[in-house]
Nanobody, 128 residues
Framework: QVQLVESGGGSVQAGGSLRLPCAVSGYISSSNCMAWLRQAPGKERERVARIYTGDGSTFYADSVKGRFTISRDAAKNTLYLQINILKPENTAMYYC?????????????????????WGQGTQVTISS
């Protein structure tokens, strides 16, 4: 009933930019956790950025601060990840996730088990 679909991935040269949208269909709470994660081959899944929709507060992994921006367009029911100054190390499958159909308190957003809904991922490949 709730689906998340990522898009916008592709092959880009280092130094370029990408904007990844995550379209959300179905109902989720307006006070919720939403996040972007990534996984590179042979590596563990990494939490890249998250946003609490109740107040718009955000969090970024240290490795992406200053280059990645998470945002949400409530009218379009879409989550975005803007990636600037792309590096080969950013090559990974990028996933979006959302918390719950019920209200979620902001302190729960750092826990992966809060996220009940996941997209299928979009591949980002950065070359030099």
């Amino acid at each position: 009933q709730v689906q998340l679909v990522e898009s916008g991935g592709g092959s880009v040269q280092a130094g370029g930019s990408l904007r990844l949208p995550c379209a959300v269909s179905g109902y989720i709470s307006s006070s919720n956790c939403m996040a972007w994660l990534r996984q590179a081959p042979g590596k563990e899944r990494e939490r890249v950025a998250r946003i609490y929709t109740g107040d718009g507060s955000t969090f970024y992994a240290d490795s992406v601060k200053g280059r990645f921006t998470i945002s949400r367009d409530a009218a379009k029911n879409t989550l975005y990840l803007q990636i600037n100054i792309l590096k080969p190390e950013n090559t990974a499958m990028y996933y979006c996730a959302a918390g719950s159909r019920r209200q979620v308190w902001s302190w729960r957003c750092e826990r992966l088990d809060t996220y009940a809904y996941w997209g299928q991922g979009t591949q980002v490949t950065i070359s030099s």
